[in-house]
C-alpha cells in the first residue's frame, strides 16, 4: 500500500508545553491505528530566553519504548547543563507485538509497515512544533539510537543527510545500503567487541533463535563505518586509547565534519557506561559502570565540540 508521507499522516493528540520541562507527545497516523508518541525535555533556560538550541533524538532498540531508552541513556541528567532539547521518539507499533519497532532493514515484515520516510515525517513534526517555539536551532539536530534504533539513526543519517548534523551509534550496525546525495554528516559509533547480540565481526546473532528473523547474518561492523567515511570523503584516522579497555579512531572529514568510533574491548551489547542491557530493561542491578567507556559522555562531548564557537572541549570532560 503506497502512502504519502508529510507532517499531514499525523493527527495531533498533544501539543509540545508551553512551559519547559518533561513532557509526552501522542500522534495518531490517519488512516490508521497506528500510534506515536515520543518523551520531549526541553531546558528550563529555552522558553524564556527564545534562544533556539540543539535537538537530540535518542531512538529505541526494535520492541522497546521511549522510556525504556530514557532510562537507560542517563543523558535527561545533563541535558539542562548542556543546553540540548532531547527527544525520545517511539517506532510503530505491530499487530500482537509489544512495543515500537522501527522500519529498518533487516527487521521489515511486510509492505504494509511504515516506509522509513514515514518514521522521518514523524521527526519532522516534533521539530515543526519546536520550531514554532523558537526553541529550535535546524543546523544542529543530531541523532542516536541504541542497537536497533542505531541502525536506523544511520538510516534516516543517509537518507536524509541534509536534516542531521550528526549520527550516533551505540550497539548498532548499517544495514542501509543505498544512501542520498546530500553534504556531510558527522558520525559517532561506539561498540562491544564482545557483544553477540550485534556482533563487532558480523555473523549471526546469539539470540537469533529466539526472535522471528534467526536467519539475519550480521554485516561486520567496520564495513558500514568505512562505507560511510568513504562517501564522506574522510582523512586518515588517527587513533587514540582513552584508558586500557578501549581503542577510539577519528578522522576529520569534508564539510568539517568528523568521524569517530570507539571499540570498548570489554563491553557486550549495552549502552557503554550505566547499567548493562539486561539490569536497565528488567530495572534491576545497581547504578555502577559495567565499561570504561562511557556512552552518554561521550555522546555529550560530541556534540560540544560541534557545536561549539570556540576550541572543542578536552576528551576527559566529566559530565554525564
Known amino acids: 500500500m503506497l502512502r504519502i508521507a508529510t507532517a499531514a ?15 509526552v507527545f501522542r500522534t495518531q497516523e490517519l488512516g ?5 508518541e515520543a518523551i520531549i ?7 524564556a530566553s527564545k534562544t533556539p538550541l540543539p535537538v537530540l533524538f535518542v531512538l529505541h532498540d526494535q520492541g522497546e519504548t521511549p522510556a525504556e531508552i530514557k532510562y537507560a541513556s542517563h543523558l535527561l541528567q545533563a541535558a539542562d547543563r548542556n543546553g540540548v532539547i532531547v527527544v525520545f521518539p517511539s517506532g510503530h507499533t505491530r499487530a500482537k507485538a509489544k512495543g515500537y519497532y522501527w522500519s529498518v532493514p533487516p527487521f521489515l515484515e511486510s509492505e504494509e509497515e511504515p516506509t522509513p520516510v514515514e518514521d522521518d515525517a514523524f521527526l519532522k513534526e516534533i521539530l515543526d512544533r519546536l520550531d514554532i517555539q523558537k526553541v529550535l536551532d535546524r543546523d544542529n539536530v543530531f541523532i542516536a539510537g541504541f542497537a536497533a534504533g542505531g541502525s536506523m539513526a544511520y538510516q534516516l543519517g543517509c537518507l536524509f543527510p541534509r536534516e542531521y548534523a550528526g549520527v550516533i551509534s551505540v550497539a548498532g550496525t548499517m544495514t542501509t545500503q543505498a544512501c542520498a546525495e546530500g553534504p556531510s554528516t558527522s558520525l559517532l559509533h561506539l561498540h562491544g567487541f564482545d557483544d553477540t547480540v550485534m556482533p563487532y565481526l558480523g555473523g549471526k546473532s546469539a539470540s537469533a533463535a529466539s526472535t522471528s528473523q534467526p536467519d539475519i547474518i550480521w554485516p561486520d561492523v567496520m564495513s558500514g563505518i568505512r562505507d560511510w567515511k568513504s ?3 574522510c582523512r586518515v584516522a588517527k587513533e587514540s586509547a582513552p584508558n586500557e579497555d578501549t581503542l577510539c579512531t577519528e578522522s576529520r572529514c569534508s564539510g568539517d565534519t568528523l568521524a569517530r568510533t570507539c571499540l570498548s574491548f570489554s563491553s557486550r551489547h549495552e549502552w557503554m557506561g550505566a547499567k548493562t542491557y539486561n539490569e536497565w530493561k528488567h530495572r534491576k542491578g545497581t547504578e555502577t559502570e559495567t565499561s570504561s567507556l562511557n556512552a552518554t559522555r561521550e555522546i555529550w562531548d560530541f556534540i560540544r565540540r560541534l557545536t561549539a564557537s570556540k576550541e572543542p572541549p578536552s576528551q576527559a570532560s566529566s559530565d554525564t
Do not use: E
Open 231 to 233: 562517501r564522506q570523503n
Open 41 to 47: 525535555h526541553i531546558p528550563d533556560t529555552a522558553l
Open 9 to 23: 499522516l499525523f493527527l495531533m493528540w498533544t501539543v509540545l508545553p508551553a512551559s519547559s520541562g518533561t513532557t
Open 32 to 36: 490508521t491505528t497506528n500510534q506515536r
